[in-house]
């Protein structure tokens, strides 16, 4: 079974709406990670979390880590095409760097 | 952010012969890289964990005979997959981090795609 599970796999809004993406694992994690990935691309950094309860924003992006450290949510307000891509979860299990992920969630903005 | 470079970013060769990629960190020093796969449309997959100067830890299911790891500097991890086969067509990501493991950032290379013919 997946250890860290996203959901929705896929998502088409209409540019301007708001969404949001989870990400959760039935452990306990050290380190949350965001990702974005175009089809053929490298990965694009976007955040990383690791103080449960924590949030973190970048331009029209936030991000949360759940006080248990088991779940997270990615927010995107007022979705641009821009925002199109693949959006990754990552996570440290156990601080040795070594990450696991997400299967991925598909987003489409429509213009 | 940091940057980490890979080359090259696509090749083709054929069934049997052997290719080499390179992670370069270009900005910073990195004792510890990671070597990721991707199959289309799936996740990534850790294959190994590449160590300056010494030997890399691979992955459980992953051949460290096929799949050869050298991190010769704190700034190159090269990875050859030797004797190359159609079912190693994938995307390879390699992924570094500038202050050391699980407390910083890991910043993830372009991807080298390798199809295999």
């Known amino acids: 079974s997946q250890e860290l599970e996203q959901s929705p796999q896929s998502l088409i809004v209409q540019e301007g709406k708001n969404l949001t993406i989870n990400c959760t694992s039935s452990k306990t994690l050290y380190g949350l990670y965001w990702y974005k990935q175009k089809y053929g691309e490298g990965l694009i950094f976007l955040m990383m979390?690791?103080?449960?309860?924590e949030e973190k924003s970048h331009e029209k992006i936030t991000a949360k880590l759940d006080e248990k450290k088991q779940q997270s949510s990615l927010h995107i307000t007022a979705s641009q095409p821009s925002h199109a891509g693949i959006y990754l979860c990552?996570?440290?299990?156990?601080?040795?760097?070594?990450?696991?992920f997400g299967q991925g969630t598909e987003l489409s903005v429509k213009p | 952010g940091a940057v980490v470079s890979q080359h090259p970013s696509r090749v083709i060769c054929k069934s049997g012969t052997s290719v080499k990629i390179e992670c370069r960190s270009l900005?910073?020093?990195?004792?510890?890289m990671f070597w990721y796969r991707q199959f289309p449309k799936q996740s990534l997959m850790l294959m190994a964990t590449?160590?300056?100067?010494?030997?890399?830890?691979?992955e459980q299911g992953v051949e460290k005979d096929k799949f050869l790891i050298n991190h010769a500097s704190l700034t190159l991890s090269t990875l050859t997959v030797t004797s190359a086969h159609p079912e190693d067509s994938s995307f390879y990501i390699c992924?570094?981090?500038?202050?050391?493991?699980?407390?910083?950032?890991?910043?993830f290379g372009p991807g080298t795609r390798l199809t295999v013919l």
């Open positions: 900005d910073f020093q990195a004792t510890t």
């Open positions: 992924s570094a981090a500038p202050g050391g493991l699980s407390t910083d950032t890991q910043y």
């Open positions: 990552g996570a440290d299990r156990n601080q040795g760097g070594k990450l696991i």
């Open positions: 590449s160590n300056e100067g010494s030997k890399a830890t691979y």
């Open positions: 979390l690791q103080k449960g309860g």
